[in-house]
């Protein structure tokens, strides 16, 4: 059992990429991040002693502060948090503790500097990777990600005017490779693979290239991008209408994969 106003990494895996998924202050000293310049997803670096200037953006959310071995460094933000009315708890074992349970660590260099918000880029009307995408960024990559659906044509214009990152469309990046998707290219470049993601991504990757031999619930996937596509006409609100449905399906991927159904129970097969 953790003690008073720690979490350990295995209470914290569990509520990452969730709806309810505090956020994350990493104190690590400059050295210690320099070793291993990578962020758990939804985390933003702060000196221990700057933490006040983060209240702000923090009321209203539970945090968790996170330093290279859970002592000082963290125990002291998390309770400087406490006195400004912050939800705040310090990470048991720290970084290194984290890293040892296998938590998601992406490279901070792929992350939008602190205080800005990353702008992205995709073509208009989505189905199914255009909206498991920003499911995945909005969950682990950053929480106010911002999302533009534009004519196909305009993409590459748009990204290179307004600076957003293009994604699932042909000549960039974060695109289909060969077999795989985008989804997949994602968790490939940033560093975001684990049983539930990848048992996700092939959900995503069977449905989004009509491959349903690859998992049962992709043909299902499929029908419901197909009505969710069909139901709005603006891309914006099919968008949050799919990180429900998505949300859902990270929750089967990560601890309900297992279940069936049966009723009447006991019915002769």
């Not at 985390?43 to 000082?72: E, F, M, N, W, Y």
């Not at 125990?75 to 912050?86: D, S």
Request: proline share 6%.
């Amino acid at each position: 059992m953790p003690a008073f106003g720690t979490i350990t990494p295995s209470q914290l895996l569990r509520l990452i990429g969730t709806p309810d998924a505090p956020a994350i202050v990493d104190v690590r000293d400059k050295d210690d991040f320099a070793a291993d310049p990578r962020l758990l997803p939804g985390a933003c670096r702060s000196a221990h002693d700057r933490v006040t200037a983060l209240v702000p953006d923090l009321a209203g959310r539970s945090a968790i502060v996170i330093c290279q071995h859970g002592r000082k460094l963290s125990e002291g933000a998390a309770a400087i948090l406490r006195v400004h009315g912050i939800a705040a708890e310090s990470l048991e074992g720290g970084w290194l503790a984290a890293m040892q349970a296998g938590l998601p660590a992406i490279p901070a260099q792929l992350l939008p500097a602190p205080g800005e918000t990353s702008l992205w880029v995709t073509r208009a009307r989505p189905k199914i990777d255009r909206i498991a995408c920003p499911w995945l960024i909005r969950r682990f990559i950053d929480p106010r990600a911002q999302f533009l659906f534009v004519a196909a044509s305009e993409v590459a214009g748009v990204a290179d005017r307004f600076g957003a990152t293009p994604f699932d469309i042909e000549g960039v990046t974060l695109s289909h490779r060969g077999e795989n998707c985008s989804f997949d290219a994602f968790l490939d470049d940033y560093g975001l693979h684990s049983d539930a993601l990848d048992r996700l991504a092939l959900v995503v990757r069977g449905a989004d290239t009509d491959r349903h031999d690859l998992a049962p619930q992709a043909a299902g996937l499929l029908a419901v991008s197909v009505g969710l596509s069909r139901q709005f006409k603006d891309d914006l609100a099919q968008l949050e209408a799919g990180m429900v449905v998505y949300d859902a399906l990270y929750r089967w991927a990560r601890d309900g994969f297992e279940e069936g159904h049966d009723w009447p129970a006991g019915r002769k097969q």
